[in-house]
């Protein structure tokens, strides 16, 4: 049997897809360190409500700018010290975490599904239609996304709600142009032809065939975006347009924290801390994609 002498002959059936890809992506330790990391920082904000050891909101009084446990006049109760209004500083970190997490990832999932229907719009169509799609992605890349970001909430308002449309407005054209120029290479191979030659119809060809040929680049898009909307976000908390008090998010915190950045800086310095692990766990993360999932970029 051609079984029996594969196996006496000692051959060895090739890894499936996701054993290739978990070969190719374990080769960056960078990648995988962060995504260690980002897999720490989930956890903390799922559990945030069972590990925080305070609610952030709560005021304790006459604790107002503790200092953190290893340094003099340190409480017990409060590790990390607490902030000007006598908030404990790991449990805000803690549920920040929440707050900045479900910014990323609404602005990426938003982001994504929205700029597949424009890319795929954009690249069937053509014409009229892929002339006003990529002109008005190319008005809003014009403007600097910080700037933009500022003037959507200035008309809109600053809430949590509006600081993820904003900074979704901001990352759209990243997909869509991202999306439409992986569309347009797929559609002239010939698999596509075959398809439309045996009479599919163009929502299942362009969903069903196209789309999952142009999910690579998207996927390794999607994760540095999460970082990118992360920081969009910190900045709008920063300048007060963001999500507004008593939020405990990452941004907002050092905004309200900035005054005593001489006289207290560990209130300030812990929230920088977390965007800056959050921010490049995650590229490191996406920089592992990105190699796993492109073969050239593959180690031999």
Same mark, same amino acid.
């Given at each position: 049997?051609?079984?029996?002498?594969?196996?006496?002959?000692?051959a060895?059936?090739?890894?499936?897809?996701?054993r290739?890809?978990?070969?190719?992506? #374990?080769?960056?330790?960078?990648?995988?360190?962060?995504?260690?990391?980002?897999?720490?920082?989930?956890?903390?904000?799922?559990?945030?409500?069972?590990?925080?050891?305070?609610?952030?909101?709560?005021?304790?009084?006459?604790?107002?700018?503790?200092?953190?446990?290893?340094m003099?006049?340190?409480?017990?109760?409060?590790?990390?010290?607490?902030?000007?209004?006598?908030?404990?500083?790991l449990?805000?970190?803690?549920?920040?975490?929440?707050?900045?997490?479900?910014?990323?990832?609404?602005?990426?999932v938003?982001?994504?599904?929205?700029?597949?229907?424009?890319?795929?719009?954009?690249?069937?169509?053509?014409?009229?239609?892929?002339?006003?799609?990529?002109?008005?992605?190319?008005?809003i890349?014009?403007?600097?996304?910080?700037?933009?970001?500022?003037?959507?909430?200035?008309?809109?308002?600053? #809430?949590?709600?509006?600081?993820?449309?904003?900074?979704?407005?901001?990352?759209?054209?990243?997909?869509?142009?991202?999306?439409?120029? #992986?569309?347009?290479?797929?559609?002239?191979?010939?698999?596509?032809?075959?398809?439309?030659?045996?009479?599919?119809?163009?929502?299942?060809?362009?969903?069903?065939?196209?789309?999952p040929?142009?999910?690579?680049?998207?996927?390794?898009?999607?994760?540095?975006?999460?970082?990118?909307?992360?920081?969009?976000?910190a900045?709008?908390?920063f300048?007060?347009?963001?999500?507004?008090?008593?939020?405990a998010?990452?941004?907002?915190?050092?905004?309200?924290?900035?005054?005593?950045?001489? #006289?207290?800086?560990w209130?300030?310095?812990?929230?920088?801390?977390?965007?800056?692990?959050?921010?490049?766990?995650i590229?490191?993360?996406?920089?592992?994609?990105r190699?796993?999932?492109?073969?050239?970029?593959?180690?031999?």
């Open positions: 049997m051609p079984s029996d002498i594969a196996i006496s002959s000692g060895i059936a090739p890894p499936g897809p996701f290739a890809f978990w070969n190719a992506f #374990s080769e960056n330790r960078g990648a995988v360190l962060g995504l260690a990391v980002v897999c720490v920082i989930v956890l903390i904000a799922l559990l945030a409500p069972l590990l925080a050891p305070h609610d952030p909101f709560e005021q304790f009084k006459g604790a107002t700018k503790l200092p953190p446990f290893w003099d006049k340190a409480d017990p109760r409060f590790i990390l010290g607490t902030d000007a209004v006598g908030r404990d500083m449990s805000r970190l803690m549920f920040g975490a929440r707050v900045s997490l479900f910014i990323g990832l609404s602005v990426m938003v982001s994504m599904l929205v700029g597949i229907a424009l890319g795929l719009a954009a690249a069937w169509f053509g014409g009229i239609v892929d002339v006003a799609i990529i002109r008005v992605m190319d008005l890349m014009a403007i600097p996304s910080l700037v933009l970001a500022i003037l959507i909430i200035a008309i809109i308002g600053p #809430s949590l709600a509006n600081t993820i449309i904003a900074v979704t407005i901001v990352y759209l054209p990243r997909y869509v142009r991202l999306l439409r120029a #992986s569309a347009l290479a797929e559609l002239s191979k010939d698999y596509v032809t075959a398809a439309k030659v045996a009479g599919v119809g163009p929502f299942r060809l362009m969903t069903v065939t196209v789309l040929n142009c999910l690579a680049p998207l996927i390794v898009q999607a994760a540095l975006g999460v970082s990118d909307a992360i920081l969009e976000a900045g709008l908390g300048l007060g347009l963001g999500a507004q008090p008593p939020v998010e990452w941004g907002a915190m050092l905004a309200n924290t900035r005054d005593l950045m001489l #006289s207290h800086p209130v300030m310095a812990f929230p920088g801390l977390c965007i800056l692990t959050t921010v490049m766990a590229n490191l993360m996406g920089d592992g994609l190699d796993a999932l492109d073969p050239r970029l593959r180690k031999s």
